[in-house]
């Protein structure tokens, strides 16, 4: 595998912003970017938690070896503390950049990244879960499937304090932010549903919401693959279930 540090300008953000990408390297040492063996290649996008950026995976967990055994792409882009939301009260756009513009970005850097919608896929931990199954579910007709660990996905119970309401907004405006409303508009659009990863530690804060949002999934018709275990909120619990998810399940049909 190759892994590059791409600092690039970003349209959507108006700024200069950062992402890691693994990539696979052929037995004769060409780096994919025209395709592993003259094929397209899945590619993961891996998003991050709060207070994290776009090394963290690398540093703690060993999600380039998941990579190489899967044969897969790995874009880990840092989205700062944005929850990959395009903020009610501020001027990033950081679901904007990550759902739409980042894709079309590293497609054109490495023409091996398939744009089939099968050979795209989102994950994340914690705000990155939220943002993961967000992105998933929004950008449906993009990417099949979605992982989400350990997700922070019901931000409509967050508390109305500056910080949240300047990314989410306050009564109806966050309604469009929050994962049912999600499911809702993919449902009345009848758009194609993705297969979806969660996971929660039983120890963990969030395994409510892990809880909760699964149930929504399932009565609503859903594909889902539920997992619970030992655990907090951990990178031992996250680096064992990413091994899990991309190994097998992302494999399965």
């Known amino acids: 595998m190759a892994l590059i540090h791409l600092d690039f300008f970003s349209n959507v953000l108006g700024k200069c912003v950062k992402a890691d990408v693994i990539l696979p390297q052929s037995t004769t040492g060409q780096i ?150 999600a499911i809702d508009s993919l449902v009345k659009e009848n758009r194609p549903k993705p297969l979806i990863y969660m996971a929660c530690g039983t120890e963990d804060t969030l395994l409510y919401d892990s809880r909760k949002t699964r149930d929504t999934l399932k009565e609503n018709g859903f594909d889902v693959t539920y997992s619970e275990s030992a655990g907090g909120h951990t990178w031992e619990f996250w680096d064992k279930q990413i091994e899990i998810a991309l190994l097998d399940w992302t494999k399965r049909d």
């Not at 501020?90 to 990550?98: E, S, V």
Request: charged share 20%; aromatic share 14%; with cysteine.
């Open 32 to 181: 994919g970017l025209e395709g592993n063996a003259g094929n397209e290649f899945p590619t993961l996008y891996l998003l991050h938690g709060m207070s994290d950026d776009e090394t963290i995976w690398q540093r703690r967990t060993a999600i380039e070896r998941y990579a190489t055994y899967r044969g897969c792409a790995v874009v880990m882009p840092t989205s700062d503390l944005g929850w990959y939301t395009d903020m009610e009260c501020g001027y990033q756009r950081y679901y904007t950049y990550i759902a739409k513009e980042l894709p079309a970005i590293c497609r054109s850097f490495f023409r091996g990244m398939s744009a089939k919608r099968e050979l795209n896929w989102v994950a994340g931990l914690s705000m990155g879960g939220y943002g993961a199954l967000k992105t998933g579910l929004n950008e449906s007709e993009s990417f099949s499937r979605a992982i989400c660990l350990s997700g922070a996905y019901t931000i409509e119970e967050l508390p109305r304090a500056p910080y949240w309401s300047a990314i989410f907004g306050e009564g109806e405006a966050r309604e469009k932010h929050t994962i049912t409303h």
